[in-house]
């Protein structure tokens, strides 16, 4: 079911991260992740990095993980990347 941000997102064609203030995640293979749009980070191992996004937390799985760069807006992650989980507040 989409919320009321999602549905005026439609009708208006307007970009739907935007709206609902949503945590972006674009993914180059396996082996980098870019991330936009995020409080911070809770927790940080070489086999999970944990991110508070601004309606949920995400926590990103693997080996040899690395933080390449981080700044107020956007993150990249490096290192084999095996999976990303959705956790519910």
């Not at 674009?26 to 191992?45: C, D, P, R, W």
């Not at 490096?78 to 959705?86: A, D, Y």
Request: charged content about 20%; glycine content about 6%; proline content about 1%.
């Amino acid at each position: 079911m989409m919320s009321a941000g999602e549905r005026f997102a439609d009708t208006f064609s307007l970009p739907k991260d935007m709206v609902v203030n949503a945590t972006l995640f674009h993914m180059v293979g396996a082996s980098e992740l870019f991330v936009e749009n995020f409080k911070g980070i809770i927790s940080y191992t070489c086999h999970s990095i944990l991110i508070k996004g601004n309606h949920m937390k995400y926590c990103v799985c693997g080996d040899c993980l690395t933080i390449e760069y981080y700044s107020s807006e956007d993150m990249k992650i490096s290192g084999q990347i095996k999976e990303v989980k959705v956790i519910r507040n």
